[in-house]
């Protein structure tokens, strides 16, 4: 990694080239999948959603990608937390 990368990685910031390539990859993989890309945003929407209830989530760095190894289908979900939502005591 070099420092551009090493930088823009600790402050969040992604360049265009990283962006693009970074969408080129989930392509990618949406084609190897044989799962439409809007099905993978639409379930990416619905887990921020759920999880938001307990986590507050930086959507820009989430990511869910689904592949398959070994015949299965696998889905991977990264999702950033920015922080946990610690309940209210009554």
């Not at 990283?18 to 945003?41: G, M, N, Q, Y």
């Not at 307990?54 to 991977?76: C, K």
Request: proline share 2%.
């Amino acid at each position: 990694m070099n420092l551009k990368a090493l930088l823009a990685a600790l402050t969040g910031r992604q360049s265009s080239k990283e962006v693009a390539k970074e969408r080129l990859r989930l392509v990618l993989v949406h084609d190897r999948a044989s799962v439409a890309p809007e099905f993978l945003d639409k379930i990416k929407e619905e887990m921020i959603a759920v999880i938001s209830k307990y986590m507050e989530i930086d959507e820009s760095n989430t990511v869910v990608n689904m592949h398959h190894t070994d015949g299965t289908a696998v889905l991977e979900a990264n999702l950033a937390v920015k922080s946990i939502k610690r309940p209210a005591h009554s």
